[in-house]
């Protein structure tokens, strides 16, 4: 008995070529990278409500002791609440004041490379 192929069967080609193989490795290695930045995100996420849970307690903390003092009479409520504000005034002044100096290092910086690669 013989047997006949064509030609066609008697080559075999490659089920992927070298360009479709380096595309699937760099593919998985995309997926691998999105799946660790997914876990690090998800790891931050449980980080920042542990974080709000503990702001939240000490809050409430801080109130009751407000309130327990000023049942005492040892804190007058009014006057607490104006130096409270006067003192996060100074705080965000001081913030804006920090940001608009780092600003302007970052702007200075800029200038002096621009300079050095244009002179």
Do not use: F
């Amino acid at each position: 008995m013989i047997v006949v192929q064509p030609p066609s069967v008697r080559v075999e080609v490659p089920s992927t070529t070298p360009h479709e193989e380096h595309l699937l490795e760099r593919m998985t290695m995309l997926e691998n990278t999105l799946a660790r930045l997914a876990e690090r995100l998800e790891q931050a996420l449980k980080l920042l409500l542990r974080h709000s849970e503990s702001a939240y307690s000490n809050h409430a903390l801080v109130k009751s002791l407000i309130e327990m003092l000023h049942d005492c009479g040892v804190v007058d409520n009014a006057r607490l609440e104006t130096m409270w504000r006067a003192e996060c005034a100074k705080l965000k002044e001081a913030a804006a004041k920090r940001e608009a100096t780092a600003m302007k290092r970052k702007k200075g910086r800029k200038a002096r490379r621009k300079a050095a690669a244009s002179g």
